[in-house]
């Protein structure tokens, strides 16, 4: 894993920085959140019976597939920010 050695720092994953600085983004978008809430709604939280867990691990595919892509439009969104 990257790390970034640099004082003030310490031993911190350059990773960890660069979703420190998205985080830091993304509560800017106050607005854009506020809409996405009133759309958007989670499921409940449930525990995952042993019979269902092939299933889920078969539904998280896909959503891991979705973080991905959400990953680079993060690394964009960074991208154009900086522009």
């Known amino acids: 894993m990257d790390r970034h ?20 983004c993304l509560s800017e978008l106050k607005d854009e959140r506020g809409r996405a809430a009133a759309i958007l709604r989670g499921p409940a ?7 269902q867990k092939a299933q889920f691990i078969e539904n998280a595919l896909p959503a891991l597939y979705c973080s991905k892509i959400i990953s680079y439009a993060q690394g964009y969104m960074l991208l154009t920010a900086a522009e």
């Open 5 to 24: 050695f640099r004082p003030g720092f310490g031993d911190v994953p350059v990773t960890l920085i660069g979703e420190s600085v998205f985080a830091w």
């Open 45 to 51: 939280a449930a525990p995952i019976a042993d019979g």
